[in-house]
């Protein structure tokens, strides 16, 4: 398998400690990011979509005249 060596700064040890990752490891990293981020536009996508059907006649009624 191949390994990845990642350098990683840390307050205990050196000023660099190499940390390796193999495939199953770095393919599991992916695919948690992957899926934080989908759940992430999800959020984002479902929120703007609400703040546009359902909260806009909520907070701006139709029957306010404008002030233009």
């Known amino acids: ?3 990845t060596t990642l350098p990683v700064s840390s307050t205990d040890g050196p000023a ?12 599991k990293i992916v695919i ?3 899926i934080g ?6 959020d984002f ?3 703007g979509t609400v703040a546009a059907i359902v909260f ?3 907070f701006f009624p139709g029957d306010v005249p404008p002030f233009l």
């Open 16 to 27: 660099s400690t190499p940390i390796s990752f193999d495939a199953a490891q770095t393919r």
């Open 45 to 47: 996508f479902l929120f």
């Open 1 to 3: 398998m191949k390994s």
């Open 56 to 58: 806009a006649p909520l």
């Open 32 to 34: 948690a990011a992957y």
């Open 37 to 42: 981020t989908a759940l992430e536009w999800y």
